[in-house]
């Protein structure tokens, strides 16, 4: 059976995010989502937010904070990634951004036209002065960027 993209509730994401990500729980809020959908079920999901990284929230700049498909769905992670690249591009942002763990290929992002942009130096967050409870990976990660958008002509 095929699969279409349509709008989603952030609720709705969340939810699918919570009960079937491999290694995230669903992300604080949100700015949209996408849901993939086979008929009547909800086989994938993808969250677009403001950049978790305050240097990269310039206003232009759209994160997908997550991204959540079903094994077995062909093509879902890629087709979901270049609906956000599209949506994101026809709302004014400049930048489309996302990151997957330096032990991820990113073969679905390399598929959709992303390019790798940089890594993180990974770490935990917490220290003395503000405590913090590391439930999330804390390894290396890998910052990919969407193909051009609307960047400004140089």
């Not at 498909?69 to 093509?75: A, H, Q, S």
Request: glycine share 12%.
């Amino acid at each position: 059976m095929r699969t279409e993209i349509r709008p989603v509730t952030l609720r709705q994401a969340r939810d699918f995010v919570n009960h079937h990500h491999r290694h995230h729980y669903a992300p604080q809020g949100g700015q949209f989502g996408l849901a993939l959908m086979r008929g009547p079920d909800l086989v994938g999901v993808a969250i677009a937010g403001r950049p978790v990284a305050r240097g990269l929230d310039d206003g232009l700049t759209l994160e997908v904070t997550r991204l959540c498909v079903l094994d077995g769905v062909r093509n879902g992670c890629s087709r979901l990634y270049s609906r956000m690249r599209r949506v994101g591009q026809a709302m004014g942002y400049q930048r489309i951004i996302t990151y997957t763990l330096d032990t991820e290929p990113g073969t679905s992002l390399r598929a959709a036209g992303w390019t790798e942009d940089g890594r993180t130096t990974g770490g935990s967050w917490n220290s003395p002065a503000r405590k913090r409870a590391d439930d999330h990976p804390i390894q290396r990660k890998i910052r990919w960027l969407a193909p051009e958008v609307n960047r400004p002509k140089r």
